[in-house]
């Protein structure tokens, strides 16, 4: 069993930047793959970045490649989420993931935090 929290969320401006944090506890958090999702009001949730054990490889959506930055330390059960050059269509719930498997499968993860809301102003 794997317990997610996820914090560092908020409001901020068109091109500036947020570091979201998911804080793991529970057995194995090393031994599982970690992903972002995002949810937008009335969209999909939808896949955003994942990260392997040892850190490689990871993986982005198109839509946030060359902006986000996934990392994880696995001494302090902890995944990132650096978001640089945000955008309004940044503007979602965002929710940590853990799972078995590399995939951007939403379906494939097992655990999930309860989200963080960010909101980007134009």
């Known amino acids: 069993q794997v317990q997610l929290v996820e914090s560092g969320g908020g409001l901020v401006q068109t091109g500036g930047s947020l570091r979201l944090s998911c804080a793991a506890s529970?057995?194995?958090?090393?031994?599982?793959?970690m992903a972002w999702f995002r949810q937008a009001p009335g969209k999909e949730r939808e896949f955003v970045a994942a990260?392997?054990?040892?850190?490689?490889?990871?993986t982005y959506a198109d839509s946030v490649k060359g902006r986000f930055t996934i990392s994880r330390d696995n001494a302090k059960n902890t995944v990132y989420l650096q978001m640089n050059t945000l955008k309004p269509e940044d503007t979602a719930v965002y929710y940590c993931?853990?799972?078995?498997?590399?995939?951007?499968?939403?379906?494939?993860?097992?655990?999930w935090g309860q989200g963080t809301q960010v909101t980007v102003s134009s």
């Open positions: 993931a853990a799972g078995p498997a590399w995939t951007s499968s939403l379906n494939r993860y097992n655990y």
């Open positions: 529970g057995r194995a958090f090393s031994s599982y793959i």
């Open positions: 990260i392997a054990w040892s850190s490689s490889p990871t």
